[in-house]
Nanobody, 123 residues
């Protein structure tokens, strides 16, 4: 099975950029759909973006044009490049994986999860 570790979060001002990493071990990440979800305090976990194992991408409406998901097979990593960050992007960001997944926005599709990385955006 695959293990996932997120990193790259931090405290930034509105308008800044961050790049989150989801590093996989145990299995090639190219065999998996990988999604990013986020959870703000007091709220449910929310879909952000997904990359299917075939390479298709899908974004939640509020991040379209600002966030980009990508995969690097050489480093077994999926990235989430986040530009033009807003205070409402503040959350813990989690990556999840589904083997040979089609890339869906439903949390229950993903069997494997990392522990998350905190993103805080100040105004």
């Amino acid at each position: 099975q695959v293990q996932l570790v997120e990193s790259g979060g931090g405290l930034v001002q509105a308008g800044a950029s961050l790049r989150l990493s989801c590093v996989a071990s145990g299995r090639p990440i190219s065999n998996y759909a990988v999604a990013w979800f986020r959870q703000a305090p007091g709220k449910e976990r929310q879909f952000v973006s997904t990359l299917s194992w075939r390479g298709s991408t899908y974004y939640e409406n509020s991040v379209k044009g600002r966030f980009t998901i990508s995969r690097d097979a050489a480093t077994n990593t999926v990235y989430l490049q986040m530009n033009l960050l807003k205070p409402e992007d503040t959350a813990i960001y989690y990556c999840g994986a589904e083997e040979y997944g089609g890339g869906y926005d439903m949390e229950r599709r993903y069997n494997y999860w990392g522990r998350g990385t905190q993103v805080t955006v100040t105004s």
